[in-house]
């Protein structure tokens, strides 16, 4: 069971970025997905979630109205549209997969993590 994510970079304050997160050695068509970050010198937080079935969404207040977090079943990859970059989102982003309710997603509940993606936002 491997989740694989991709897509960062070093961009300018203001950019856009997409983050996929590409699952393998199983479908987790029926887990919650979630997003996470680590910044130097901080504690992994929450930034995003998606309920299995796609009808519900969760966003860090952080990211709220920046992010949007989707999936894609048969692709069994989950992405995060990063909007307006802040120098402050610069993080390590881990993708993660749960077998419990979005709604209760946390970095200690997490079945399956993967490994990160470096976001670099300069100012």
């Known amino acids: 069971v491997q989740l694989q994510a991709s897509g960062g970079g070093l961009v300018q304050a203001g950019a856009s970025l997409r983050l996929s997160c590409a699952a393998s050695?199983?479908?987790?068509?029926?887990?919650?997905m979630g997003w996470f970050r680590q910044a130097p010198g901080k504690e992994r937080e929450f930034v995003a979630a998606?309920?299995?079935?796609?009808?519900?969404?969760y966003y860090a207040d952080s990211v709220k109205g920046r992010f949007t977090i989707s999936r894609d079943g048969p692709k069994n990859t989950v992405y995060l549209q990063m909007n307006s970059l802040k120098p402050e989102d610069t993080a390590v982003y881990y993708c993660?997969?749960?077998?419990?309710?979005?709604?209760?997603?946390?970095?200690?509940?997490?079945?399956?993590w993967g490994k990160g993606t470096l976001v670099t936002v300069s100012s």
């Open positions: 993660a997969a749960y077998s419990g309710p979005s709604q209760r997603m946390a970095v200690g509940v997490m079945d399956y």
């Open positions: 050695g199983r479908t987790f068509s029926s887990y919650a």
């Open positions: 998606i309920s299995w079935n796609v009808v519900r969404t």
